[in-house]
């Protein structure tokens, strides 16, 4: 192996600390490697490879060195290993420009040296490259595509890749346009890629292509005015465009596009190292991609949904220091693009998350606090879903604040008091991840907020959405503390908005109840409990409940009996109250009494009933028993959606509890059917594997006819699963229609009734019932989609009212 020079050795103790341990066969002389050959024959291939993989992973991370001297030390020592490890450092290079997208510059740099000192080198990483493309794109991974074009464009400044076929791959994404009956959102991907990529090549394809490349734009600028935008509202984090606006993502970096075309491509902020090598890299040969059609359209195929650009700070913001850049600069398309692949790429581990963000390139010519804190409240409100668990936001908030402890808080704090200013024009579903976010930061920072500063939320309607906020972050501070701390926490103004306290409300609880006609019952209810009774003694005790819906001479046998439900139901929980695991062990020992009671539709509505009037004050413990109550399979799914749009619980219609628990009812709903789904393709390819075992065996006698048996109680288990998904997928689409139908009425009655009186719609319930008629749409778009024809057909007629139907029209432009 040739000897390799000082700025490799450099590299290896710069880079590869966590190794010093052990033996460094790439430094060590030739004789000495045959001995240390002899020793460790079979682990030393695959600790050279490990150490291969850790050098170019860790390769721009923090060094003594220059980046350029350390780049140059890997494309020798790499150069040197090819003859051994060609595929392990193929795969390894490819694998790092799909998943460390921030180091980009870095990696297509490293493969331009190599290319220049090994030309075939070169055209088989490109090969590999437009292979992995090809894999990314049939998996549906389109972020991932994404960053394997934006690598290869790179190329082209790194003279890998000839600047013509590069032009020639982006037209061949650009035509998809051009294609017939293909949603929206596919053309969106192919157009956004190419947009995308130009910030790194724009200057050079420009520069060789001037003419293709203004066709290629002109192209692009068709299709944008041509495209349909119905789907923007349904995803704007704010109503208003001031003081920012909430621009659609390619319209966005369209106009970033155009101000970079405008400024002659001139860029300042991606790093860009392969300058440095210049004079080597001009010399390389350039290898032509070879002609890359887009796939064809599938209709399993799934694109990523259109976006709207989250703004929360601009130049005015960050008083001191670097200057922010405009929202149509490239510069911020570059930076926040960064942000957001540290992210993604660390997301799993808080602690680096943050140190990697705070350590990004450049951050001395950039406000970058405000750029980390705009970046991940964007993911956190992104819509219809964030990128990652909503908890992970808040952890590495929280981290952030440990390691910028000087600086970081005061830009947080300013932007906290930025959305609490602008709640009024704030999308609900925002507005509930803020106010989970909010509550669970100040659970980590002693509770400490200066709420005198929000003292206007007391002066306004409470079902406002400033003293609504404030009252749902101390609900929710209080699930993670307790009562009396909430009460000493916040100043006493704030009384009427602190939750009340989460006791128990007991019916029967004292003899000033016997007036009641279920007092006695309950005593012996209560004692029957008390004493270990059997559930049939139990159901022969409250056979003497009186029923009020009953005549005495009505002899019809039994029907639904309230004051039995009541009875049970609040002495068993009463009883059980002291805590959430006595009231789960109550409920799962007595489901079957409670079956027996809430037989019919309307007794489930009952059972439901006087569970919120005993636990009215304690929303969290409603919250975890209704889940109970559906697993334990007292109540099914669309009862409890009927039960939190009845008129019993209109008054607590706004509250986010209420949509917690409808959203956990129809999640619950989803993943039964899943459940029952897999199982049943589980079956049926245990029977195709079966049969082609019989067919393989040949003629023996007895194993076909144990084949043929186990065959035949497959195609059975089939059959009976095959009806449970049908009778699920039934039970799913009803609980779909009962939520859309019930909200279809309120809205009605409401307009009719603002219509009637001629006053204005837009009220505060008007706009949350709007907000989370969409929220629906939105968190269960994936299952929604598989009955739009029923809905259509049903409910979202031409008929409606224009103001419900747009709800409607906005989710189906979603996947046009």
Not at 368 to 390: A, W
């Amino acid at each position: 192996m040739p000897c390799i020079y000082s700025a490799s050795i450099e590299l290896l103790l710069d880079v590869a600390v966590c190794m010093r341990h052990q033996e460094n066969n790439l430094l060590i002389p030739e004789r000495e490697r045959g001995q240390a050959h002899k020793r460790r024959r079979t682990s030393e291939p695959i600790e050279i490879e490990d150490r291969l993989e850790s050098l170019i992973c860790r390769v721009g991370e923090k060094s003594t060195s220059s980046l350029e001297s350390n780049l140059e030390g890997l494309a020798g020592v790499l150069e040197a290993d090819l003859p051994n490890y060609k595929s392990k450092i193929l795969r390894i290079l490819c694998t790092v420009a799909r998943l460390l997208p921030e180091k980009l510059t870095v990696y297509t740099t490293l493969v331009g040296l190599l290319n220049a000192r090994n030309y075939n080198f070169g055209g088989e990483f490109v090969e590999a490259m437009i292979r992995q493309l090809k894999e990314t794109l049939k998996n549906n991974l389109y972020s991932e595509a994404v960053y394997l074009v934006r690598f290869l464009s790179d190329l082209v400044n790194c003279h890998v890749i000839a600047a013509p076929s590069m032009v020639a791959m982006f037209e061949n994404f650009v035509s998809v346009t051009q294609e017939e009956d293909v949603p929206q959102v596919r053309s969106d991907w192919f157009v956004y890629v190419v947009l995308s990529c130009l910030p790194w090549v724009g200057k050079e394809l420009y520069e060789k292509k001037d003419v293709e490349m203004d066709r290629l734009l002109s192209q692009i600028e068709g299709y944008l005015k041509r495209r349909v935008k119905t789907h923007v509202p349904m995803l704007q984090v704010w109503t208003a465009d001031k003081p920012h606006p909430q621009e659609e993502y390619l319209d966005c970096l369209w106009a970033q596009i155009q101000k970079l075309k405008k400024d002659r491509w001139q860029e300042r902020h991606i790093l860009r190292p392969y300058i440095a090598f210049d004079s080597v890299l001009c010399e390389a040969l350039q290898h032509n991609l070879p002609p890359f059609t887009p796939p064809g359209h599938m209709p399993d195929a799934q694109y990523p949904m259109p976006r709207v650009i989250f703004r929360m700070f601009d130049y005015t913001d960050a008083p001191e220091g670097p200057v922010m850049p405009g929202s149509h600069s490239v510069e911020r398309f570059v930076i926040e693009e960064n942000l957001h692949c540290i992210i993604k790429t660390h997301w799993k581990e808080r602690k680096t998350c943050a140190a990697q963000l705070l350590s990004y390139p450049g951050k001395n010519k950039i406000p970058l606090n405000y750029h980390i804190v705009e970046v991940i409240f964007g993911e956190l409100f992104q819509l219809p879903s964030p990128p990652h668990i909503d908890v992970m936001y808040t952890t590495l908030l929280i981290e952030l604040c440990k390691l910028q402890p000087g600086s970081l808080p005061q830009v947080l704090a300013q932007a906290t008091e930025m959305l609490y200013m602008r709640l009024d024009t704030m999308n609900t579903t925002c507005i509930d991840r803020l106010i989970n976010w909010f509550a669970h930061h100040l659970s980590n920072f002693q509770f400490r907020w200066s709420w005198d500063d929000w003292a206007d939320c007391l002066t306004v309607d409470l079902e406002k959405p400033k003293p609504k906020f404030v009252k749902e972050v101390l609900e929710k501070c209080m699930r993670l503390s307790y009562h009396q701390r909430i009460v000493d926490i916040v100043p006493p103004t704030f009384s009427a908005l602190i939750p009340a306290d989460p006791i128990f409300t007991y019916k029967y609880v004292d003899e000033s109840a016997s007036s009641l006609p279920g007092y006695p019952m309950s005593i012996t209810v209560s004692n029957a409990i008390k004493n270990r009774a059997s559930n049939e003694e139990i159901l022969t005790v409250l056979k003497e409940v009186p029923n009020p819906n009953q005549e005495d001479d009505d002899d019809e046998g039994e029907s639904f009996n309230p004051l039995k439900i009541d009875v049970f139901l609040q002495t068993l929980l009463n009883l059980a109250a002291k805590s959430f695991s006595h009231s789960f062990s109550a409920l799962g020992k007595f489901h079957e009494i409670l079956k027996t009671l809430a037989n019919s539709d309307e007794g489930k509505l009952h059972l439901l009933k006087v569970l919120y009037e005993v636990w009215r004050n304690h929303p969290q413990m409603i919250a975890v028993l209704v889940d109970k109550l559906i697993r334990t399979q007292v109540v099914d799914c669309a009862a409890v959606a009927n039960w939190l749009f009845s008129q019993d619980m209109a008054h607590e219609f706004t509250r986010l509890f209420i949509w917690e628990i409808l959203h956990s009812t129809i999640r619950k709903m989803n993943k039964h059917v899943q459940k029952i789904q897999k199982e049943l393709e589980e079956a049926k390819d245990k029977l195709e594997k079966q049969q082609h075992k019989r067919r393989d065996s040949g003629d023996d006698e007895d194993m076909d006819k144990n084949s043929e048996d186990e065959e035949g109680q497959l195609e059975e288990q089939i059959e009976r699963l095959q009806e449970k998904v049908e009778s699920a997928q039934s039970e799913q689409k009803n609980l779909f229609l009962v939520i859309f139908q019930r909200f279809i009425m309120l809205l009605t009655e409401h307009l009719v009734r603002c219509e009637t009186g001629s006053v204005d719609i837009s009220t505060p319930w008007y706009k949350n019932c709007i907000d989370r008629l969409q929220q629906i749409f939105l968190m269960h778009h994936a299952t929604i989609q598989q009955y739009m024809g029923t809905l259509e057909n049903l409910l979202f007629t031409a008929e409606l009212d224009h103001h419900i139907l747009a709800v409607y029209q906005q989710f189906c432009a979603l996947q046009l």
